[in-house]
C-alpha cells in the first residue's frame, strides 16, 4: 500500500470515528437534560432553577408518591411532603445544612449512598455547595413548584 493510500485510510478512520461521535452527542441532547452549573451562583439561591433540577434527576425517580414506599416513605414532590416525615426528624432543617438529612444522607457511606443517585454522577461540589446554601438560606420552595418523576419532564 502507497503511503498516499494509507494516509487516506487513516483520515477516512478519523472521519468516521468523528462523525459517530457527534451523532451520539447530538442523541443525548435530545434528553435535554439540563447543564450543570460549574459555579455556585452569585446571589440567593434560586430554587426552581437551581435545586428543582438537581433533586429531580437525582431524587425524584425513587422519593416521588407511587414509589416513596418503597424507598423509606420520604416523597420530595413538595416542600410540604418533604418536611412530613411522620415520626423521623425532618429531613430539611431550615437554616441548617448540618441537620438536615436531605443533605447528610448524601455524605453518608452505607446503603443509600451507593443507591445514590443511581447513575455514578454523585452529588458533591458544585451542586452539593447549592444545596447546602439553599438551606442555609431558609429552604424556600413555593408551594406552586411540584417536583415530578423525570420521565414526566419534557423540558427544563
Ligand atoms: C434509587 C432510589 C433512590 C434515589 C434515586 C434516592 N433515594 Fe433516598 N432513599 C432510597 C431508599 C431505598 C431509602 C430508604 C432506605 C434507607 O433507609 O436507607 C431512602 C431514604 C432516604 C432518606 C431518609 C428518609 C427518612 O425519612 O429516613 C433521605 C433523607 C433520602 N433518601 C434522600 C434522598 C435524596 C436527597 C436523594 C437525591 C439526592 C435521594 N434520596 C435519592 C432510595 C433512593
Known sequence: MNTM???????IA???????FIVIQTQTGEDNLPTWPTSVPAGKIDFKKNVRPLLIINCLECHNSEDAP?????NLETRELAMNTGNNPPILVPGKPDESRLITVLTLE???????PPT???????RME???RWI??????????RLVHPREIKEW
Open 5 to 11: 493510500l494509507r494516509r487516506s485510510i487513516t483520515l
Open 14 to 20: 478519523v472521519l468516521a470515528i468523528v462523525a459517530v
Open 70 to 74: 418503597a424507598n423509606g416513605n420520604l
Open 110 to 116: 452505607g446503603i443509600h449512598q451507593q443507591a445514590m
Open 120 to 126: 455514578p454522577d454523585k452529588i458533591w461540589g458544585v
Open 130 to 132: 447549592i444545596l447546602r
Open 136 to 145: 442555609e438560606e431558609g429552604a424556600d420552595w413555593p408551594a406552586s413548584v
